[in-house]
């Protein structure tokens, strides 16, 4: 980034000695170039930063999804209904309720992901479109 930096401030300069009427204009007086330069150059910093973080958070719940697949828990519950006095109809009645909040809770887990990821892709195309309309 400074050779573009560089460049840029030979460039302004050489076009200041080709332009000696433009030289003792107030608004050359100060560099704008170099404060949108830095501007943008913070901002770009900015953007990684916050894309880094959420990068750390878009894998930390793809990690605690992974761990959720494995499906431990309901595993170790089928070696559990299986043992003598394993349970009254209440009781079966209380764990089908749990384990149909459980499958609804996914089913909505999986929407929410699907979501997210669709609207992210229309981000993408929609950012691609109105780059193509630039040109």
């Known amino acids: 980034m400074d050779t573009v930096y560089k460049q840029a ?4 300069e050489k076009n200041d ?3 000696p009427e433009h030289r003792h204009c107030d608004h050359h007086e100060h560099d704008d170039w170099k404060e949108r330069y830095e501007k943008e150059k913070r901002h770009e910093e900015y953007k ?3 894309i880094y973080k959420l990068e750390k958070s878009i894998k930390k719940l793809a990690d605690a999804l992974a761990e959720l697949g494995r499906g431990a828990h309901l595993h170790e519950l089928l ?4 043992k003598p006095g394993w349970t009254t109809k209440a009781e079966l009645a209380f764990v089908n309720a749990i384990l149909d909040q459980v499958g609804v809770q996914i089913r909505a887990l999986d929407r929410l ?3 997210l990821v669709d609207a992210s892709r229309k981000v993408i195309y929609a950012c691609k479109d109105k780059h193509d309309d630039d040109k």
């Open 9 to 12: 401030e030979e460039q302004a």
């Open 17 to 19: 000695h080709d332009k």
């Open 48 to 50: 990684l930063h916050h």
């Open 79 to 82: 070696g559990i209904i299986h």
């Open 113 to 115: 992901q699907d979501d």
